[in-house]
């Protein structure tokens, strides 16, 4: 009988087959608890290579990443974003032309719509004013492997070779638990800064061992078991059966924005570039959209549908949302995420239940 495999070699080549998806043969990563923690290594390294300098990242980018740099002691601003939730070009160069940014984060599919920020126009600022590029992938990484995104999306997730680092979280789309978050830097040099000398740890060769490349130092191997079997499964590769669900599901957002964007009752967001969709009832103010998406949403939940509320920019709403946009700085709308290939079947029975609940009288 042959003998068992260790955990931290299957964990070694999850983490390999993930940064592999994003272009890596030669990479330092690992496993962590999760995207938070995933995202603190990157920052903390961050502040490491350039101490003391400025983090920055979108407004629509993850709260994590203020709340990581107060705890990390950093420097951090917000970045307002553009109509379609991306981080605004114009105004991030005007920002780091003061010499002091450090790192931008570049967020690979926002957790409320799913944006994905100019990432080839951000590697050239990077080029030309000296910050790293850290790719918040937690939420839409995978996507890398989608074959029907729109052309920027392909164009931002074909550059990703060239960050500095990139965080994925195979909790998300990588169908795994809670407790699976992954860290990966291009450069394994940055090892130097998780390098430490421990009486009490043994070492069988001269390379940095999973012990030495994380915060968390020792963690339970279920996770990376897991992750590795799933991957073996369903392997990460354009064209492969876990690819396609990626795109079932991009395509069953899509097939619902046009729906609703075909529905003179609703006011839609801009077109899905991953699998969120962003949409409200249709009103004569702010207030009443806010308060129909409200109720919409109670409704729905009541008929066997569970929606998400976010509060949201009224500028997201295009052409369709001209006169708020001037009004109001936000709205409370609807979101809907559909990550599941069988969501793709879904989508006339969705829109159904939308049409029923947006359609009572007292709403």
Not at 42 to 62: D, E, F, N, T, Y
Not at 77 to 85: Q, W
Not at 205 to 223: M, N, V
Request: hydrophobic share 45%.
């Amino acid at each position: 009988m042959l003998p068992p495999v260790p955990v931290c070699a299957r964990a070694s080549a999850a983490v390999a087959e993930l940064a592999a998806m994003f272009g890596w043969q030669i990479h330092l990563g690992h496993l962590c608890g999760g995207g938070t923690i995933a995202n603190l290594e990157a920052l903390w390294v961050a502040g490491r290579v350039h101490p003391g300098k400025k983090i920055v990242a979108s407004s629509q980018g993850h709260y994590t990443h203020a709340r990581i740099s107060g705890v990390l002691q950093l420097p951090f601003e917000s970045i307002p974003c553009d109509r379609l939730g991306r981080l605004d070009l114009g105004a991030l160069e005007q920002r780091v032309q003061r010499g002091d940014v450090g790192t931008v984060v570049a967020t690979m599919g926002t957790t409320a719509t799913g944006s994905i920020d100019p990432l080839p126009e951000i590697l050239e600022l990077g080029k030309k004013y000296g910050f790293r590029v850290h790719a918040d992938a937690a939420y839409g990484g995978y996507f890398t492997l989608a074959e029907n995104l729109a052309a920027t999306a392909r164009k931002a997730f074909d550059r990703l070779p060239e960050v500095d680092s990139i965080v994925v979280d195979p909790h998300k789309h990588g169908m795994q638990p809670y407790g699976c978050g992954c860290i990966l830097f291009r450069d394994p040099g940055v090892g130097q800064f998780y390098k430490h000398d421990s009486p009490y740890t043994y070492f069988t060769s001269g390379d940095l061992h999973l012990g030495e490349i994380g915060l968390e130092c020792s963690r339970p191997g279920g996770a990376a078991v897991a992750l590795w079997a799933t991957q073996k499964l369903l392997p990460l590769v354009r064209g492969g059966e876990f690819a396609l669900g990626l795109a079932k599901g991009r395509e069953a957002a899509l097939t619902l924005h046009r729906a609703l964007a075909n529905d003179s009752r609703w006011m839609v967001g801009f077109e899905p570039e991953l699998d969120i969709v962003i949409y409200a009832p249709r009103a004569a103010n702010a207030a009443a959209i806010s308060r129909r998406s409200r109720d919409v949403f109670a409704e729905a939940a009541r008929r066997g549908l569970h929606l998400a509320l976010a509060e949201l920019p009224a500028k997201f709403f295009g052409d369709s949302a001209a006169e708020l946009a001037s009004s109001t700085e936000t709205i409370t709308c609807l979101r809907s995420v559909l990550m599941k290939p069988e969501h793709a079947e879904w989508v006339p029975r969705i829109f159904e239940i939308l049409r029923e609940a947006s359609a009572r009288d007292d709403l």
